[in-house]
């Protein structure tokens, strides 16, 4: 399993940013797939979550301002977030789950077996 994360960078308070994660190796329907984030010297924090069913669940820091999705076609995973804020600041990861065992709240998604290597979201005041 691959992914690779695409589309952080340096945006003003209150801007937006759309993250992209391209899978390969990943069968979706197994799973779970979702985002977490590291801020530099805090702890990991999952951020969203989507299921096989299409559900989907937010971090209360983030509920109302992003939005997950996935393409099963062409095999990618996006985050929205709008009205971002200095303290969205972070390094940003997509992550997998080919267990349903995994799949529980956001809270799960750091832990997920598989991880790509990041993209950094910069959001000055």
């Known amino acids: 399993v691959q992914l690779v994360e695409s589309g952080g960078g340096s945006v003003q308070s209150g801007g937006s940013l759309r993250l992209s994660c391209a899978a390969s190796g990943y069968t979706y329907s197994r799973g779970c797939m979702g985002w977490f984030r590291q801020a530099p010297g805090e702890e990991r924090e999952g951020v969203a979550i989507i299921y096989s069913d299409g559900r989907r669940r937010y971090a209360d820091s983030v509920k109302g301002r992003a939005t997950i999705s996935q393409v099963n076609a062409n095999k990618m995973l996006y985050l929205q977030m709008t009205s971002l804020k200095p303290e969205d600041t972070g390094m940003y990861y997509c992550?997998?789950?080919?267990?349903?065992?995994?799949?529980?709240?956001?809270?799960?998604?750091?832990?997920?077996?598989?991880r790509g290597q990041g993209t950094q979201v910069i959001v000055s005041s």
């Open positions: 992550a997998a789950a080919n267990d349903r065992d995994w799949c529980g709240s956001t809270n799960s998604v750091p832990d997920f077996g598989y």
